[in-house]
């Protein structure tokens, strides 16, 4: 299995609703599996608290209020101040997502949701700055941002980056277009909680980065509905939570690397 669907499985198997709910259901077996046997309140009372911690857990992920400390403390850059000059040379929208097979868009692939908040606000950037845009994704992703750009936003991608597949690919493959074209400063729009890693993974890459987070939180539910769970706030708890782990990954990542002996050169000796 392609080492990209392992991490797909990974992400979906530890982040919510599937965690919590594996929680809930190895507490269960433990505890039947112990009242079964005849086992000490000891051991059955271990499965009752581990039934109980994932159904909190699920419960309080789905709550807004909880949802959205999450997603605050993911965000790390604030907005872009497009009233003032923005230094430099080329705009990167990363892509989030693809619908494919969008039947009222003919059968051809369409951004998804989060893709498209950051294709809209892109734009935004695109006509205040003037500045040459490049789109970064899969190949179905990049051909739904750009498509979406030129008929619905009036934006012509210049550049289009269309075979990446995570974060680290989408800058390591921009970095090698723009450095061609002489380009090595960008404004990079990405969702707000995505930024953090996106600007270390472009910075890496050897780009200069000036973040453009789009879909940055703002306050969508009050008073006693901050407490009622629903499933809107369990997606951006999961989204905040990616990102954290994606955060501890990338950590290991490079300080992996950074102790890591370099390679003797060749006919050389250790």
Known sequence: MDIFLW?????????????????????????????????????????????????????????????????????RYPALDLGKPVDAQAIVI???????DAPEY???????????????????????TGLPVLVSGSRSEAEAMSDFLRTDLSVTPRWVENHSRDTRENAQKSAAILERAGIHKVVLVTSSEHMARSVTEFRIAGL???????????????????????????VRSQRALYEVLGRIVQSIRLEFAAGAPAAAPAGGHP
């Open 208 to 234: 200069a980065v000036v973040p453009a987070p789009a879909e940055m939180w703002t306050r969508r539910d009050r008073a006693f509905l901050v407490w009622v769970p629903n499933a809107e706030a369990l």
């Open 7 to 75: 991490k797909q499985l990974l992400k979906n198997l530890v982040l919510p609703p599937t965690g919590p709910l594996l929680l809930a259901v190895v507490g269960l077996i433990v505890w039947v599996g112990a009242r079964r046997r005849g086992a000490g309140v000891g051991l059955r009372g271990v499965g009752l608290a581990l039934c109980a911690a994932g159904v909190v857990l699920l419960w309080a992920l789905s709550t807004p209020i909880v949802a959205d400390g999450l997603m605050r403390s993911a965000e």
């Open 94 to 100: 990363l892509a989030g997502g693809v619908r494919p």
């Open 106 to 128: 003919g059968g051809r692939p369409a951004p998804s949701s989060t893709t498209l908040q950051r294709l809209v606000y892109g734009a935004q950037v695109v006509r205040v």
